[in-house]
């Protein structure tokens, strides 16, 4: 059952507070539709780490234009990819995918792309492999193409759990909890871009640090008592 206890008003409450917790987050890296792309296809199972050690390999050994990597031998590729993802063929392969794509579909200028009408531009993002409205709301809001309520994949459920939905969304019924938290951002926030990064950022270090899946610690979380979650379960 849904509560949205978490008055929309609350919202840059709770921001202000997880921002005077944890300080002003560092600004997100890469920023480049294509970059993304590359990113995210460069670590299994996706983490920053993985993704960023994978990244840097490949710009380091391969390039990161997408002549270079479709040029690039597949042992090689598989090679680089080795220590940062399960399936090196897998995501050797889905490199060349989304290099050939770009070059081949987009003119090798995805920033044109998102220059279109929104609806065209996420079409287009969606058709390169791994991703999803999840993600492809991550880039038009990274790249500050659109003020998109993007809501960090690792964070959905701390953000059920502080903006008063069912936490047990997160597992059970992804794509409705998504747009749960999706809505209660875009109701409690202003539609801006920098507004939308920082919380964004905010909510994906709270959900890294404290509000974490299994086990949140909310005996030291700064906005317990602003959080429905906590006050219907443990506040006495
Ligand atoms: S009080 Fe607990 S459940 Fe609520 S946001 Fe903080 S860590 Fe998460």
Redesign the pocket.
């Known amino acids: 059952m849904l509560k949205r206890a978490a008055h929309p008003a609350s919202l840059s409450v709770?921001f202000n507070r997880l921002e005077k917790f944890y300080g002003e987050s560092k600004p997100p890296y890469p920023t480049d539709p294509y970059e993304m792309l590359l990113h995210r296809n460069c670590g299994y199972p996706q983490s920053d780490e993985r993704c960023e050690k994978g990244f840097r390999a490949l710009k380091k050994e391969i390039g990161l234009a997408p002549q270079k990597i479709l040029d690039a031998p597949d042992a090689k590729l598989r090679g680089v990819m080795r220590p940062s993802v399960m399936k090196p063929e897998l995501a050797a392969f889905r490199l060349k995918e989304i290099a050939a794509r770009v070059l081949d579909e987009f003119s090798g200028d995805m920033r044109a792309v998102l220059k279109r009408p929104l609806p065209e531009a996420k079409k287009a993002l969606k058709k390169f492999p791994t991703v999803g409205d999840s993600t492809g709301e991550k880039i038009l809001l990274f790249t500050k193409t659109a003020p998109v309520a993007a809501v960090p994949s690792n964070a959905v459920h701390?953000a059920l759990?502080?903006f008063g939905g069912d936490?047990a969304w997160a597992t059970s019924k992804w794509n409705a909890a998504y747009r749960f938290a999706q809505e209660a951002i875009l109701a409690g926030l202003p539609q801006n871009c920098a507004v939308q990064l920082r919380a964004y950022l905010l909510l994906k270090q709270?959900?890294h640090e404290?509000?974490?899946s299994a086990r949140?610690?909310?005996?030291?979380?700064?906005?317990?008592?602003?959080?429905?979650?906590?006050?219907n379960?443990?506040a006495k």
Do not use: E, G, M, W
């Open positions: 709770i701390t759990r502080l936490p709270h959900a404290l509000c974490k949140p610690l909310c005996d030291q979380c700064p906005v317990s008592s602003l959080c429905p979650y906590f006050q379960n443990f």
